[in-house]
């Protein structure tokens, strides 16, 4: 009995240390609990943050876009104008020269080939102009 005696403080003392430890473990668990809900928090706003600047980069993007493609279509209208007066003026041109090679030349005869081209010439004059 004696010994059975003494026997009972150690495990009092055993079990106050095991319940300590318990706390302290409790203690830390709860710790980093916390610690990881703040992280996780300064994750969502910076995840948040990062989408609206994204967001507005996207935005900022399509705006330019969109102007470059205004101006390209300007770009495009201008030398497809350009064009057409060059063509113009080249058709012009190109129908003045037979009318004087012609007068110095003896007239031939129109045949078929001729008078379907000089049709074709003058439905292609009225399109263009």
Same mark, same amino acid.
Request: net charge positive; glycine share 4%.
């Given at each position: #009995?004696? =010994?059975? &005696?003494?026997? !009972? ?10 319940? *300590?430890?318990?706390f302290l473990g409790m203690a830390l668990a709860l710790a980093g609990n916390v610690y990881q809900f *703040?992280?996780?928090? &300064? #994750?969502?706003?910076?995840? %948040?943050? #990062? @989408? +609206?600047?994204?967001?507005? !980069?996207?935005? +900022?993007?399509?705006? =330019?876009?969109?102007? #470059?493609?205004?101006?390209?279509q300007q770009r495009f209208e201008a030398i497809k104008n350009q064009l057409q007066e060059v063509t %113009? %003026?080249?058709?012009? @041109? ?10 110095? @030349?003896?007239? &031939? ?9 000089? +049709? =074709?010439? *003058? ?5 263009? !102009?």
């Amino acid at each position: #009995m004696f =010994v059975n &005696h003494l026997d !009972q403080p150690r495990r009092a003392k055993s079990h106050s240390a095991s319940l *300590v430890l318990l706390f302290l473990g409790m203690a830390l668990a709860l710790a980093g609990n916390v610690y990881q809900f *703040v992280r996780g928090e &300064h #994750m969502k706003r910076d995840l %948040a943050t #990062m @989408q +609206k600047n994204t967001q507005s !980069q996207i935005a +900022k993007l399509n705006s =330019v876009s969109a102007a #470059m493609l205004e101006e390209n279509q300007q770009r495009f209208e201008a030398i497809k104008n350009q064009l057409q007066e060059v063509t %113009a %003026a080249s058709l012009r @041109q190109s129908r003045r020269e037979p009318a004087r090679t012609s007068s110095l @030349q003896l007239p &031939h005869p129109p045949n078929r080939y001729t008078l379907e081209l000089s +049709k =074709v010439s *003058v439905a292609g004059g009225r399109m263009s !102009q």
